[in-house]
């Protein structure tokens, strides 16, 4: 497939299976062999892990939406600028849900091989959306102790 290609199937993987939540057509974006990589380490999830992950996702903010911002492609890999809005209401990191409208930015870096997903890394702005819940304070934001 050539870059436009790429970057349109990976914006079709966001639009009709991570904003829906539609993991019934996720065998047609995700490869049998896919793998999540963080911090260096690969996570193999094949297409089960895929579709747990997309649901566990979902069951936190049921109406999450992400908008690519901006796409670069090259070869197999698309690098998508993207922003993440959804209503915190299931329990997240160990958080109780707030109700609130959380917003991050990430960018995110999938691998397209023969037509599928076979990879995808990147890193998350989660700081903002972290204070927006409450779960971390400003430095000196001591609301705590009265002056």
Do not use: C
Request: charged residues 25%; without cysteine; glycine residues 10%.
């Amino acid at each position: 497939m050539s870059n436009d290609e790429n970057k349109a199937f990976v914006r079709r993987y966001y639009e009709e299976v991570l904003n829906t939540g539609d993991v019934s057509a996720i065998e047609r974006f995700i490869s049998p062999d896919y793998e999540e990589v963080h911090d260096n380490v690969r996570y193999p999830l094949g297409l089960e892990g895929a579709r747990e992950h997309v649901l566990g996702v979902r069951q936190t903010y049921p109406d999450m939406h992400l908008t690519v911002e901006q796409q670069i492609a090259e070869g197999e890999w698309v690098v998508s600028r993207v922003t993440m809005r959804g209503t915190h209401l299931g329990e997240w990191a160990g958080m109780s849900p707030t109700g609130e409208v959380i917003e991050a930015t990430a960018v995110n870096i999938d691998r397209v091989v023969d037509g599928r997903i076979v990879e995808h890394g990147g890193a998350a702005n989660l700081l903002g959306p972290l204070m927006k819940a409450g779960a971390v304070k400003p430095v000196g934001d001591d609301t705590s102790h009265p002056d």
